[in-house]
């Protein structure tokens, strides 16, 4: 992220995040602010909408209950070893740590594997 304003506002989610956990009312307002500065300042769809998914699914569901995206895709068959994927506080953690680098190949990967990820809890709950 490019802007100041930005970058100040997401430092201050991740600080409150990790000292306090998941408050969602706090939380929820501050990624609002957040993605509207995206919006207006950065011009990035891909972080605007994972912002706006994240916030309505914590709104919704109470909590942040996406994983970790695995580093190593499955094979067709395969299926996901049970109990390793990381939820709550320490994915989203990851999560805002890929938004500060949204420019990152690798990071736009994994903003893109959220976006899939919320998109389908959405749906199946």
Do not use: W
């Amino acid at each position: 992220m490019k802007n100041l304003k930005a970058q100040k506002l997401l430092n201050k989610i991740q600080r409150d995040l990790m000292r306090n956990g998941i408050i969602i009312n706090t939380l929820v307002e501050d990624l609002k602010n957040l993605r509207t500065i995206i919006i207006e300042e950065e011009e990035n769809p891909l972080l605007a909408k994972v912002l706006r998914l994240t916030y309505e699914h914590i709104e919704e569901f109470k909590g942040f209950e996406i994983p970790v995206p695995d580093d190593e895709p499955l094979e067709e068959g395969e299926e996901a070893p049970e109990n390793t994927a990381e939820t709550g506080q320490e994915s989203l953690d990851y999560l805002l740590s890929l938004v500060a680098d949204p420019e990152n190949k690798i990071n736009k990967i994994e903003l893109r594997e959220y976006v899939n990820a919320l998109n389908t809890y959405a749906e199946e709950n």
